[in-house]
């Protein structure tokens, strides 16, 4: 009887330390895959889509400063786009340098649709 006084005490402590370690290794494994399938989500594709977004809402508040900014930034991303060939990256930074040049000489019409046609482009791939 001594013993099982003992014993019971020892095993439930084992037990329980074996499934708080089975329950941590099991939210660890969930976290990465919820990790994996953010950064999926949000590739150079995404984050440029995010960027042409943002940057009409911009040209419409009329802050000129920030839209050149994201536009420079949607430039870059450009080039990280597996799905664009060298080709499409020419056209669409083209047309991008000509939506700052318009956002710079305050003619937001002009801005406005040259980053909706890449932002249509993008949107189709």
Known sequence: MRILKYFLP???????????????????????????AEQEEFGPLQIAIADLQEVVNLINEGNKKTAIVILKSARGQLRKINELTPRMVKGMTARLNKAISAVKKGDNATALSEVNHVLSELQTL
Do not use: P, R, W, Y
Request: charged letters at 0%; aromatic letters at 4%.
């Open 10 to 36: 020892v095993l439930l402590c084992l037990s329980l330390n074996t499934a708080a370690f089975s329950a941590c290794q099991a939210s660890g494994a969930s976290s990465n895959l919820n990790q994996l």
